[in-house]
């Protein structure tokens, strides 16, 4: 059995989505952050960086969401999530999710999250970071508009890992201070993955 | 035939170690960010993105570190650089790279690239990121250090794409203010690369 660690609206939700996708037997445990769950001894033992996702596996203990998105696409080939025999192709998903893993989620980050860079007692240096977030995820997410979303899924027409990802970060752009009206093609791929079964359920159970 | 882009000390650095490990023919095109190369228009055509690496292969063009180590690995499977017949203990090596890509090489750039997360010409707020390098980086090495460099090499007693990967962000320790004697157990991984052949040749050819 596996047991996937989360907390609704995080990153953790591509992997539910992924999870439901594929037909998954697991247990959705919820991590309330404005109790500081993720502080608890408990989930400290599980993963020391004290973030969601962690998925608790029959062989071990996994993080970081690019890792996790290939290792089910891996566990559960039949639903053709990634490219099993064409590295290239295999590269260009993993491209992909590297570029929201490094680029857009990080620059999302520094809106609630400043304190990882700055000191945290350093009101002026992380208001500065919060105020340019619509920037930097705005330009983040131009290239993905422009170049990257091929449509109607990320790579074209197959469904891969790349496409709960998208979405998951795709619904901060409001809370990010970006018009989602901006980015056409990311609006329509968002609002097609919200019509999902799948991500229905997904957002359903992260929320018990 | 390949072509890596790269800028000698950069994260291309790992890429280039990888290349020489297989044994790949391949082309060294040096980018320099000195004269702005990243900029230039040939170069965007490559890489919208303005960064190296870059890898040019006859099947298109692949950007983002961890999905290129991958890529090669895939590429040369008898040299072994990542276990290809275990999703968990692929995972396993992904979860490291990620770390890398996502905590470790995005605290150092808030050393010397901090204009992209606050306005470029906020003086204070760019200091405050430099400031908090030693800090930020030296608790991302950190975890390196106690939990997840099994050793001698980073998954264990086999060579991995994470040991070329966490060599060319150890490489930038001193410069982020951190001591290596600090960080005994990376600091030694990071003697044992420099000693390997082809690391020696991957930093003479980054430097043609």
């Given at each position: 059995m596996i047991t996937l660690y989360q907390s609704p609206t995080s990153i953790a939700r591509a992997l539910q989505i992924v999870l439901e996708d594929v037909g998954a037997e697991y247990i959705s445990h919820r991590i309330d952050f404005t109790k500081s769950d993720q502080r608890s001894p408990e989930f400290l033992q599980i993963n020391p960086k004290a973030r969601v996702p962690a998925l608790v596996t029959e062989q071990g203990i996994l993080t970081e969401t690019p890792a996790i998105l290939v290792y089910l696409a891996q566990l559960f080939p039949?639903?053709?999530?990634?490219?099993?025999?064409d590295p290239f192709a295999f590269a260009k998903v993993q491209e992909f999710n590297a570029y929201i893993a490094s680029t857009i989620h990080v620059a999302h980050a520094h809106?609630?999250?400043g304190y990882r860079w700055v000191e945290a007692s350093d009101e002026a240096a992380l208001a500065a970071m919060r105020n340019f977030v619509p920037t930097s995820v705005a330009a983040a997410f131009a290239l993905v508009e422009t170049d990257m979303l091929a449509g109607p899924f990320v790579m074209g027409d197959t469904y891969t890992i790349c496409d709960p990802y998208l979405f998951t970060v795709a619904q901060w752009l409001e809370l990010d201070g970006i018009d989602p009206a901006s980015l056409p093609r990311v609006a329509a791929h968002r609002a097609m993955m919200l019509a999902r079964p799948a991500v229905q359920r997904a957002i359903e159970k992260s929320l018990a």
């Open positions: 039949q639903a053709g999530l990634i490219p099993l025999d809106r609630g999250r």
